[in-house]
């Protein structure tokens, strides 16, 4: 499907909704129906895509299925609608983080009203400093070697290359273009996709450091269930939760498995580097974005909406969380399985 965007006025987007995992807002999208465009596709606990069309702390959330879109808005059900066959491939999405959404797109021919908006914002980019500061390190000890150079975040790599001192600056440049081998025209291109596949790390490496604690949170109470006379002789709440454990641990393993390897080849990247080695890492960490975006937007959603219902060991009771358990984190463990069961073969850079 090939659509174009049209000249309706866009809508302010939030740097939480653009940030986000689990939503993503229609403003950026080609909508053609008024109405939808303010509106946001979201992630429900049971990992089923919602349209939400109103947020408020006093009023709550209002949401419809996909499938009621159509009558709520007219739309003819004889005759094909731009707007529904849009919404039915967004809502088979497993996240709306940037990077997996760029991929869907593009691959579907899908142009977006702004290609700001599938960019992470300034506000995001600032908190991901740090873990940006252990992938510029490296580019700049091979352009500057040990010189004393401040980096607060990778605006400044770029900067570096915009020296007043136009001499020092084209010697720099000459420097990387010689160590990439590629024409000195291409080095703006190569710290531009560097940065941004980068970011792409870093950006789900915040999102695993930022659930992890509420998921050692939700293992614990696991065992506070087992050991409950009463929820123990329960075999499908016991069973259910041997099940989720199970999954979330392995899902966990196979995450920090990745990034391992993002590592070790970000490292053997840097032993000798060429726009070559480049290419390959980032074609091997864009060909997850997918599978982590999808298996930690699931995680997120599930340990986020555990996290608000029991804040603390003491909110609750065992017999209240064995039935969250129950009724919202086991319904759709399956969907996140199936994300991981999708992931390409691990391979690492030769």
């Not at 302010?12 to 909508?31: C, E, G, Y």
């Not at 500061?133 to 915009?162: A, C, T, W």
């Not at 358990?325 to 069961?341: A, C, F, L, P």
Request: hydrophobic residues 40%.
């Amino acid at each position: 499907m090939t659509t174009s965007a049209d000249s309706q006025a866009i809508s302010p987007i939030s740097d939480v909704d653009r940030d986000s995992l689990h939503i993503l807002p229609l403003a950026i999208m080609p909508i053609e129906t008024p109405g939808l465009r303010r509106a946001r596709l979201i992630k429900n606990v049971r990992l089923n895509s919602v349209l939400e069309i109103f947020e408020e702390k006093q009023t709550g959330s209002g949401q419809m299925e996909i499938m009621d879109v159509g009558k709520e808005f007219g739309w003819p059900v004889d005759k094909p609608v731009a707007d529904r066959t849009l919404l039915t491939q967004l809502a088979g999405l497993s996240s709306y983080d940037v990077y997996s959404l760029r991929i869907h797109l593009r691959e579907n021919g899908v142009m977006v009203n702004s290609i700001e908006a599938l960019k992470l914002s300034p506000t995001k980019n600032i908190e991901l400093t740090e873990y940006m500061k252990m992938f510029s390190r490296p580019l700049i000890m091979q352009i500057y070697g040990g010189e004393n150079v401040e980096i607060q975040d990778f605006d400044d790599v770029v900067g570096l290359f915009r020296d007043p001192d136009v001499r020092k600056a084209r010697e720099k440049l000459d420097m990387m273009a010689e160590k990439l081998d590629i024409k000195l025209s291409e080095v703006p291109q190569f710290l531009e996709d560097y940065g941004d596949i980068f970011l792409s790390l870093s950006y789900y490496r915040q999102c695993l450091d930022q659930i992890e604690p509420i998921i050692t949170d939700f293992l614990d109470t696991m065992e506070d269930l087992r050991s409950n006379w009463q929820l123990s002789n329960d075999r499908n709440l016991m069973k259910a939760c041997d099940e989720i454990e199970n999954t979330i641990n392995e899902l966990m393993a196979a995450i920090t498995g990745r990034f391992e390897n993002f590592d070790r080849s970000t490292i053997a990247m840097w032993d000798n580097i060429s726009a070559e080695r480049f290419r390959k890492v980032k074609e091997l960490i864009e060909s997850y974005h997918t599978t982590i975006g999808g298996v930690l937007c699931a995680l997120s959603v599930k340990m986020d909406a555990w996290a608000r219902l029991f804040p603390n060991k003491d909110t609750g009771g065992p017999v209240r969380r064995g039935e969250f358990i129950m009724s919202e984190i086991k319904q759709g463990m399956e969907k996140i399985q199936t994300i991981e069961d999708s992931a390409p073969m691990l391979s690492q850079l030769d």
